[in-house]
T-cell receptor, first 112, second 115 residues
C-alpha cells in the first residue's frame, strides 16, 4: 500500500458525459501527479500540482482539467468523454516536485 | 525521438538468477532523474529505484540496482537473485526539466521468472 488513495476504483459511463476522479496523496506529500495508462498510448503524464499550484502540464486534453485543494487532495475532471478516454488513470504523489513518485491504485474508466 | 526507450518487450529469467532490463533515454537537460517502476498483474505501480543525473554512484535498493552510464544515456535495471514475485511489467521513466518538470515513461518490459 503506497498511502495514495484514489476513488472510485472503477467507473463506467457513456460518451459525452463528465466524471470526476479523486486522489488523496500520502501524508506529507505536497506534489500530486495525474497519469493516463492506455494500451495504445502507454503511460502518459497529464499534469502536476505542487502545494495547490499547477507545476507542469503534459499531454492533457483541453476537455480534461484538474485542481489541488488546500487539504492537498486533487481531482481530475474529464468532460465530453469519448470512447478513446477509456483507460486507467493513476494519481501519484511525492514529497518534492522532482522526487520519486508513489502511485495510487488507479481508477479504471470505461466509456461506452 | 522517443524520450525513453525500452527495447525488450519481454524477458525470461530463471529463478535465483540475475537479469538486466535495458533503458535508454534522450534529453539535453543537465538535470534530470531516472526511475524504475514495477507493475504487477494487479495493476498498481510500485516505485523501485531512483537515479539523479548528478549522482556519481549507481543507485541500489536491496536486490535492485541501476546501472547508470551517463555518456551512453542508459539506465539499466539489474535485479539480482530473481524471485517468482518479480514477474511483472517494468517501466523506466525520466523526469526532465527544471521548474516545469516533464515526465516520460517507456513502453515497459514484461519480465517472467521461471521456477
Amino acid at each position: 500500500d503506497s498511502g495514495v488513495t484514489q476513488t472510485p476504483k472503477h467507473l463506467i459511463t457513456a460518451t459525452g458525459q463528465r466524471v470526476t476522479l479523486r486522489c488523496s496523496p500520502r501524508s506529507g506529500d505536497l506534489s500530486v501527479y495525474w497519469y493516463q495508462q492506455s494500451l495504445d498510448q502507454g503511460l502518459q503524464f497529464l499534469i502536476q500540482y505542487y502545494n495547490g499550484e499547477e507545476r507542469a502540464k503534459g499531454n492533457i486534453l483541453e476537455r480534461f482539467s484538474a485542481q489541488q485543494f488546500p487539504d492537498l487532495h486533487s481531482e481530475l475532471n474529464l468532460s465530453s468523454l469519448e470512447l478513446g478516454d477509456s483507460a486507467l488513470y493513476f494519481c501519484a504523489s511525492s514529497v518534492d516536485p522532482a522526487g520519486e513518485q508513489y502511485f495510487g491504485p488507479g481508477t479504471r474508466l470505461t466509456v461506452t | 525521438a522517443q524520450k525513453i526507450t525500452q527495447t525488450q518487450p519481454g524477458m525470461f529469467v530463471q529463478e535465483k538468477e540475475a537479469v538486466t532490463l535495458d533503458c535508454t533515454y534522450d534529453t539535453s537537460d543537465q538535470s534530470y532523474g531516472l526511475f524504475w517502476y514495477k507493475q504487477p498483474s494487479s495493476g498498481e505501480m510500485i516505485f523501485l529505484i531512483y537515479q539523479g543525473s548528478y549522482d556519481e554512484q549507481n543507485a541500489t535498493e536491496g536486490r535492485y540496482s541501476l546501472n547508470f552510464q551517463k555518456a551512453r544515456k542508459s539506465a539499466n535495471l539489474v535485479i539480482s537473485a530473481s524471485q517468482l514475485g518479480d514477474s511483472a511489467m517494468y517501466f523506466c521513466a525520466m523526469r526532465e526539466g527544471g521548474v516545469g518538470n516533464q515526465f516520460y515513461f517507456g513502453t515497459g518490459t514484461s519480465l517472467t521468472v521461471i521456477p
